[in-house]
């Protein structure tokens, strides 16, 4: 076992009767990194950050967090680690100091030491205003930032975060993507999970992409985006009657299927690399007779590489639309 | 050693948690005084004048212990309540998480309830002095040896009702599960009138009941009449009850996740 790694993962296993929840996860989480666990719903994201803290036993599998192995050792492991879970894990008819001080306490963290921490985390996450007032008024975004700042009270090594913007308005998602970039520069580890793909690409170094219970992709959001090949196009036509002469006109350029959205007139596909390809695809389109309204090329999203690899887009997954 | 020490100090901070609302909660605070006090005040003047107890020239001196005796074991309704609601809510999660005993949870539960009970207590023994007019009889040793009894009693329920507030899926399935047994357990039972009145099937059932064994022992000391086997007896059943339910509670909780 090396001991750069703060988590590390090897054929973890949950079972659930006779659901296989996480089947055989691997993971290597490299000390001060951020890594981003991604995947839908019931991908078993959450699953695995359980067994990690010790909150369920995997059924197969070994894991380390910051060198412990967590079903020998799961006091040790809950000493260095950190959790916030995806509902605010704070108790509601407490101010958000007494919040912090009991948790202060529970890490049998010295009384004045769990108090000027508490103060110092209660600053840095902006509620200081809103120290003695009751959590039960808070906001979503302040209960979520007091959620994170009570995991941090005892500066553990591992944190992690499971969903930690579900449910937050657009404002409140972004001040927490800044808080979370800040936790990178104290040297925490930290492994979040989350079902938006942007949030993983702004936030992560690297994605371990989870599906059905395993580890379906791994790597940086680049090289995600590189497994799945070049550029996208998008072509909007005039005439959704002009379609198959369009789609005539397309295919030298397609590196891969040609989707097409429901108005008919609007094609997205891979394309061959190279120089000057918006252009060249417009002035065959004008050559078949066809009247073109838009065409952009752009860099594959993380949304293209889950369509890819399981052949299904995330967003699906998470409005609950059956595939 | 230092585990048990920690255990202790852990218990006491979860116990805190719950208890620092109280005095925050004004309306709860209101209502959970006027209960007891209602209790205390119907059945003595409602029941009163109606019913006669051989042995008590004072129908009062006998209904009293009994309430007390009731309302306390009502107030261990609310550990399986609290219990569940803390299940359905996220913190359960962070405590399992945290370094910290994890018999803490139960204990500092049943603890904080122990004391509401205690605050309950001297709020009906209030209202039975004036303007009821109720008496100790015996000596103040017994009359503390019999609060003891049933607030040892109270607190064994509580973790009965731990039990069932992690097992009902809900918090409105504790709050019904939890009093539901209350009222055949405080009623069939020797706290409002003398089981030999009952249906001849019936009373023996009141005489078996620990209730009506617990009720006895604080009944005959607030009294100063002979305790006999009763306060032995029921300190047996309190501590049995805290010993198999406390170690099936605890055992419950921790089942799902690494020792």
Redesign the interface.
Known sequence: MSSDLAIDARGLVKRFGDTVAVDGVDLAVPRGAIYGLLGPNGAGKTTTVRMLTTLLRPDGGQAFVDGIDVAADPHGVRTRIGLTGQYAAVEERLTGRENMEFVARLFHMPKSEGRARSVELLERFDLVDAADRVVKGYSGGMRRRLDIAMSLIARPSVLFLDEPTTGLDPRSRLAMWGLIEELEHDGTTVLLTTQYLDEADRLAQRIVVIDHGTVIANGTADELKDQIGGDRMTVQIRHPESRPLALEALAPFCAGEVDVDLDGRTFHFPIRSGDRVVPNVIRALDDAGVDVLDAEVRRPTLDDVFLTLTGRSAADEHEGVAS | MNRVV?AL??SW?EAM?HL??IP??IELLIFATIQPIMFVVLFVYVFGGSIDVPGFANYDQFLIPGIFSQSLVFGSAFTGIGIAEDLS????????????ARSAVLIGRTVSDLVRNIITFFVMLVVSFWPIGFRFEGSLVEAVLATMLLLLFSYALSWVQALMGLSVGSVEAANSAGFIWMFPLTFVSSAFVDPATMPGWLEPVADANPFTVVTNAARALYNGNPVGNDALVSVLWSVGIIAVFASLSIRKFNR????
């Open positions: 920690w100090r852990d901070t948690r620092r609302i925050r909660n809510k996220g913190l359960v999660d962070r405590l399992r998480s945290l370094p910290m799902s996740t690494v020792a």
